[in-house]
DNA sequence: GAGTTTGAAACT
DNA sequence: CAGTTTCAAACTC
């Protein structure tokens, strides 16, 4: 049928669990693994409904967050089918409501119980908050849109499409309502006010709580409901620019998408696309709308930058940077319009995502929270950097990959920019082709999508996607021209149901020509025996579905075996929690445009490869080598011999970090900001993940540092920096060799953003800390089923940390932190105040994160006293460094979080059903068994 | 284009 | 955990 060798799949494991296919599609190869496979799986029903083609990696295989968001308490519902009012979808809501109102209500009386006292307190309550606004917002935009407007109620989430057009009012209107009910909630809104650039955020958070709670049929106060109205009254104004707004035919594509959002319902992607989408008629129409409010403007333009970095799903750093060039550009490109585009993005994306279910909305709105989260420093500063578009934060097949480090990111981004302009939907997305050297996938997944009926929605993504294509990464294009062009498949192979033959059918010569002409483009993959649904595949490995390029054979990695390819997804995440976690990762993100200029920041060896290579013959010189693949240097985490990559060796990794932070305080300003970055990134690199502890633990400054105050020029190349180990909580470093205490520093900053670490070990006790030092953001993730560790989920709520407010987004998990008895604070935190003192490191974390280290809690001795395997942090000596030495350099503006660490496992049971989780797990194991 | 080499992933 | 096998990409001719 669809597979040449349906009855030998290798798939065995995976596919068998895919025996469940969503029951959207019955395509032979359906049959064929339900055949195959024994098991029966009560899951597939969560996973498989949605799918769509388009999403983005993370996307695409559905994460464990994804799955656990969609997966309805009940059992299978697909979601995305629902366009129309499901009663099931509004229950399930109501329940997820209740949930979460009962948590805001705990959160609240935290807050007032700690009152300003704990900051941290107080933001993790923000952060339930800001979930609760989230999930109010979908609500708020569905009731913009049209004579819904009058429902508040999440619930009432039937009209996804209007809300999506709507979507931008909506949010506003939140915003709007924020600022008031801040003023009312003065005191809730006090903690989080204390720092003015939280301000904004703790706006968002605290007023959307509220919201949240009004909708949860609590207690609503007057006020807030004239605000809602008022909302909406701005809504339908906003409606009625829009209908104004020339991109209307967009939007109104974007109505059309409902089957288009069917297609992937839950799929975060689609947030993304239609955020994007709505950046874009945004960017056109809504200016005069949010003209209103600049403070406003301010907030969104932060959303719409943490928003594109969640869609990518990936590293912070990265997506950092993607975020900020990408708001950058978009703010230069529309300058009219740059808050519209973050809140109607996300109400477009929650409305768009799920009409079905209001908690599928409140899934997105979570994910879009997280987004938010991201910290605003990055808005402005980072301009683009795209230093290593190598795909950082993504995986090696990424379409950064194929992007020439020269070229960048940045340099297709700005094009993308430049294109862009009211229309430029298509010529940006184009363009970021272009960059791509994709030129002739984009081309052809946008000529279909404008020819076919189902173009139509994909037209709607498209333009969206290139409405943020410039701000966002390749990677979204790349899943969207992937699912275009499985579209396309499709339509050509009018549900015969053997895509994969139609696919097959272009000799894979020919593809894969292509994409070697193209400069590999989009590298895509050729397998033949994994059936593309093992991590040989680099779509599967990169969370993609094969698409045309690729000259796969019995690929099962395609939207129509979704089920499939989750269920194998799984498994392997079960194996290993990390074997979806991007590859290769980006420190650094955003580097001023001095230090960039200079150049030193392009180099590649900020980005370090996760896991590290293992190189024994190629030398690192080679493609066999994933470092040398990503354009990454290669770096303690690697095993290779006789390394000699050209983008760094394994043994320079350390030294050039000592010599940069050394020469920090020597640097102008620029540099040091520049440096920052570079640590920043340092800190953001997956190496530094441990699975062990937070690195607070440790402190010994005094004895990490060296006298050269760095890094020791050998580098250890011990197992034990490879940032696998992460997940399985193996042993702690150990080692004192500075290079580690270097990485430690590290760690210890940006412990708090390591999803892995957050994941895998133990959850409670870092979070715990993290929580004190950071609230945990909630996250979309959080929703993710506790079971499971999975990678993306990861990178979101590692994004959430990122944010120097992340702090105060804290979601309920948060709450459990807050009770946590942690503690004192460690030497890190000492560490912290003398830099700050100095004016150094402090500067770089201070915006969001100073109190929390300062605060005399201190999540890094309970850490330590928690974290079971003693993981020995040094002190951010050289951090320490880097900050007295630059003085006061701060402008980087750049906020680093030290701490947040999602809380992956409280949170999830708060949010998510722990059946979900169990369930998973209970598929884990029989998959398992399978195996 | 076929064959070889390479190293990651998977398996035992 | 180590060793082996499988796999697909990278590379060579």
Known sequence: MDSPEPTKSPIPSSAAPSSSFSPVQESPFSNFVSNLSPIKHDKVPHVAPRFLGLSSPPLVFTSPRINTLKRPQSSNVEVSQNVKGDEQSTNRSGDLERSVSELHREMIVDIKEDDTKDSMSVQPSSSSGCVDEYLADPVEADCVDSAYSVNLNLKQSNNVPESSANGLPCSKNLESVDKHYSGREADAVQLLSRQSEKGLETFDIEPLRIKEDQHGGQGISDSCQQIDSDMFDLSSQEQGSKNLNPQKGVEDDGYGCDGFLQLQPGSLQMVQAYEGFAENVGGVTDAPFYDTTHDLEAIEHLRGMSRRCLQFGEPQPESKANCSGSSNLVNDVITSVPLATSSKTESLGSSHVDSSTSRKRRLVNLSQLAVNMIPQSYDNRSSLTVSKPSGIGLHLNSIFNAIPTDQGGTVSMKLAVDTMGTEGIKSASITSCQSMENMENCSDAFEKVSTAPQDRTLEAKVSTIEGSAASESLCTMESIECHMTVNRKRKLSSGDGDINEVFNQQSPKNKRKKLSDSDEGCKRCNCKKSKCVKLYCDCFAAGIYCAEPCSCQGCFNRPEYESTVLETRQQIESRNPLAFAPKIVQPVTEVPVNSREDGNWKTPSSARHKRGCNCKRSMCLKKYCECYQANVGCSIGCRCEGCKNVYGKKEDYYVTEAIVKRGVGELSESTVAAKKDFLHSEL?????????????????????????????????????????????????????????????????????????????????????????????????????????????????????????RSGCFTLGGSLRWRSSPITPKSPIDKELQQLDSDGGLYDILEDDTPEMLKDTSTPLKSVKASSPNGKRVSPPHKLHQLGSSSSGSLRSGRKFMLKAVPSFPPLTPCIVSKGNSNESRSNYEEDGSKD
């Open 684 to 804: 953001c690199n997956p190496h530094y993940l441990t699975p062990t502890t937070p690195s607070f633990e440790h402190s010994d400054p005094g004895k990490n540092a060296s006298a050269s105050g760095l890094l020791p020029m050998r580098c250890l190349p011990s197992p034990e920096s490879d940032p696998t180990n992460v997940s399985l909580a193996k042993s702690p470093r150990t080692s004192n060799t500075n290079d580690m205490l270097l990485e430690t520093s590290k760690e210890n900053l940006y412990v708090g953003s390591h999803r892995d670490k957050i994941n895998y070990n133990n959850a409670d006790n870092i979070l715990a800390d993290d929580c004190h030092q950071t609230p945990l953001p909630n996250h979309p993730s959080i929703i993710i089923d506790s079971s499971s560790s999975k990678p993306r989920e990861l990178t979101n709520l590692s994004r959430l940390n990122l944010g120097p």
